[in-house]
């Protein structure tokens, strides 16, 4: 079964969560404790993030600085595979053109078939941290769509360079973001609902949002997508805030606005642990709405939220 199917077969509203694979060298327990600390509430799936390989300056000596790529979070695939043989759960992990060439992503194709990995979720990433802005991997892809146009010539048996694949496998299903406060490049929402039904059209079978914190836009959001006839599943995604830092952080990074309500209520706390129980109570009252409208499924973002979420998921499951 896909995610679509495994959403669809949940008579309740469904369970899921992302994960960071570990720091290179940190070793992988401290996520195998993530996973302990949700799997009781019956995750349908599991999300893997990818990240790309980023510059960094070492000492040469001498002096001197050399610049060199370094990827801080490895082994999104291997941590995939890990999920799935040690608690034998359905996984998802990110695909990205950020990053990553054709090739790059064709063998990592391969890899997730002779593993049996089916899901994916297709996303472009973001931009390289020394770049201005998004620029395409040498012999990569600039849109998610492209990327998206290389798996399902894949799914039809074919390499990237159009020979045939002798032994096609198992197609894969996949889903992608989406985002109901529009994607920072978007010049606007109308813009940003259009991209999604191309990926829908394209075969998109759900999509995820980017956290946010108002239901209202969220419901807007939808309802905008359903009547250009974007009919896949939208999934909210939802991310608790644990610390004083988000208040500002948060908006920033994700250009997402918090609620009057919701900042008024931060900029009382005078601690971490104040803001933590402010998250976990409005995040449980922002699920309840949703379930009472039918959502077939809510994603949770866990870094540094992993014990808020557990305290939702008891609250709400």
Request: charged share 25%.
């Amino acid at each position: 079964m896909n995610v679509i199917d495994l959403i669809n077969s949940t008579k309740s509203t469904a369970f899921s969560f992302e994960v960071l694979p570990p720091l290179k060298g940190t070793g992988i327990d401290a996520l195998f404790r993530t996973i302990e600390q949700l799997k009781e509430f019956d995750p349908k799936y599991v999300n893997i993030t990818t990240h790309r390989s980023e510059y960094v300056y070492k000492d040469a000596g001498n002096g001197l600085m050399q610049r060199a790529r370094l990827r801080r979070r490895p082994g999104t695939i291997a941590v995939a595979a890990a999920i799935q043989n040690k608690y034998n759960l359905h996984v998802v992990p990110h695909i990205l053109c950020s990053g990553f060439s054709k090739e790059d992503i064709e063998y990592m194709l391969l890899d997730l078939q002779f593993l049996g990995i089916s899901d994916l979720l297709v996303l472009r990433g973001d931009k390289a941290k020394e770049d201005a802005s998004f620029k395409p991997t040498p012999g990569g892809y600039s849109h998610a769509t492209e990327l998206i146009g290389q798996i399902n010539r894949f799914n039809e048996g074919f390499f990237v360079d159009d020979t045939p694949i002798k032994v096609p496998g198992v197609p894969f299903s996949y889903g992608v973001a989406c985002y109901p406060e529009k994607h920072e490049e978007a010049p606007n929402l109308e813009t940003d609902l259009q991209m999604l039904k191309l990926k829908a059209d394209l075969g998109a079978r759900y999509a995820v949002t980017q956290l946010y914190y108002d239901n209202e836009k969220y419901f807007s959001f939808v309802e905008r997508a359903r009547a250009i006839g974007i009919n896949i599943p939208i999934i909210p995604g939802i991310k608790p805030l644990a610390k004083l830092s988000q208040l500002t952080m948060v908006p920033k990074t994700f250009h997402c606005d918090l609620p009057l309500a919701l900042s008024s209520e931060i900029q009382k706390c005078k601690s971490d642990e104040e803001v933590k129980q402010v998250g976990i109570e409005w995040a449980v009252q922002q699920c309840k709405e949703l379930m009472a409208h039918g959502v077939p499924s809510i994603h949770f973002y866990t870094v540094s939220a992993v014990d808020s979420i557990r305290e939702i998921a008891r609250q709400i499951y």
